[in-house]
């Protein structure tokens, strides 16, 4: 059952907290282990966090993104899956609002608070390999996707598919995860993000019911259609920031308390050396500035977010300059920190035991489904002729 938690952006940033600090227990056994964090998934669902973005008038909590990205960010200090899948379930959960009628808006806002649904996917924009049948008003769907985010322990799936193999146009819809049909597949294998339930997905036969087909025929070439794709580049912004900010607090305790001086130096103790100290000052340095990145980045996102269809390509292109500034920044300042961090804990640090290049793991992983240099790209190409990039889902 959901816990009430009033409609106070610091109430629900210090529910953020709580859970952060209980699921930084176990993180580092959790991350070995990989699999499903039922535990964690259900303190999610239990929190009442997971309909604070869902407008006020469909029974949710009518929070802007900023106060979603800020608990991204708090969760990833601790568990940057945890993190990804809590930012992905609000990508999900407004893709009918983003793509679909507004009719869809309303039934998938207020269902999905009335029940406090979990959102996952499989909806593969790059590879499509879920292929759909006409039969009437419905589709048929058979195939599979992978890097399935989310899909594990989920209420609802969101899914993409053509018609034809090698169709440049996708459908798009939503299906209750436990239809007919479908089969999650317990087969993620990243060296990291472990526990972010991202392995495929198969379908056979699986019906899609015409009114579970997004209708985009009232926005069609409305510039705030790309939404989801400006969206999830700044929550994966945030989950690397947040990611940089817990490795610093990790390490930082593990050189105060159990790191040695370098046997060669003068320094009865570690963080006398004048290297070491100026190293954390790099780290404190370039996360600071990371942070205020990502939260100039939220801001722009909600004006952009409270325009709705309204939104005009200018608008939406400055939006998108901020989040792919603070994605790449935040790419670039996570791994440096988390390959970093073992310089000024010393050689006792790296042991599986204390399992501290999760941090690198997670940003590693997921950054490369993102290159950064794709973002520089387009932001230098912006600088120079004014031209805005246009979002897609990796860019």
């Known amino acids: 059952m959901k816990k009430e938690i009033g409609n106070d952006p610091t109430t629900f940033l210090q529910t953020a907290v709580i859970l952060a600090k209980e699921f930084a227990k176990d993180a580092a056994e959790r991350d070995k282990i990989g699999g499903t964090a039922k535990k964690q998934r259900d303190a999610l669902r239990e ?4 309909t604070i973005l869902i407008p006020t008038e469909y ?11 800020r608990i991204v960010r708090e ?50 924009p790059i590879e499509p390999t879920l292929v759909g049948r006409k039969k009437g008003n419905q589709f048929i769907i058979n195939g ?9 322990d989920s209420d609802r ?5 053509v018609e034809n193999p090698g169709d440049k146009s996708a459908y798009v819809g939503v299906v209750p995860t436990n239809r007919t049909g479908i089969t999650v597949n317990d087969d993620w294998d990243g060296m990291g993000q472990r526990q972010t339930d991202s392995g495929s997905v198969t379908f056979e036969n699986v019906v899609v019911e015409a009114d579970e087909i997004f209708d985009d025929s009232a926005s069609n070439e409305v510039p705030f259609t790309t939404f989801d794709a400006i969206i999830s580049q700044i929550v994966l912004a945030n989950v690397f920031v947040g990611s940089a900010e817990g490795a610093l607090a990790e390490a930082r305790e593990y050189t105060l308390k159990k790191s040695r001086p370098w046997y060669l130096s003068d320094y009865e103790k570690a963080i006398e050396d004048p290297f070491i100290q100026r190293r954390y000052g790099d780290f ?8 205020q990145l990502v939260e100039q980045a939220g801001k722009k996102v909600d004006e952009a977010w409270a325009k709705d269809r309204n939104l005009t390509k200018e608008e939406r292109g400055e939006t998108v300059i901020f989040t792919g500034a603070a994605n790449a920044f935040g790419t670039k300042v996570a791994l440096d920190l988390t390959s970093s961090m073992f310089e000024v804990m010393g050689a006792r640090s790296a042991t599986r035991k204390n399992n501290f290049d999760r941090f690198w793991r997670n940003v590693r992983t997921h950054s490369l489904h993102n290159p950064i240099e794709y ?21």
């Open 75 to 124: 969760l990833a200090k601790a568990d940057a899956a945890l993190a990804h899948l809590y930012g992905y379930h609000f990508l999900h959960l407004t893709n009918p609002h983003v793509e679909g009628s507004e009719k869809q808006k309303k039934y998938y806002y207020t269902e999905s608070a009335k029940n406090n649904w979990f959102w996952g996917n499989s909806y593969n």
């Open 284 to 291: 404190w340095i370039d996360v600071q500035a990371a942070v």
């Open 157 to 161: 799936l969101l899914i993409s598919w």
């Open 47 to 50: 929190s009442g966090l997971l």
């Open 375 to 395: 973002k520089r790209k387009n932001i230098g190409r912006w600088v120079l002729t004014g031209e805005y990039p246009i979002p897609s889902g990796y860019s």
């Open 59 to 69: 029974g949710g909590e009518g929070q802007p993104w900023s106060v979603v990205l």
């Open 144 to 152: 599979y996707n992978t890097f399935s985010t989310g899909a594990q």
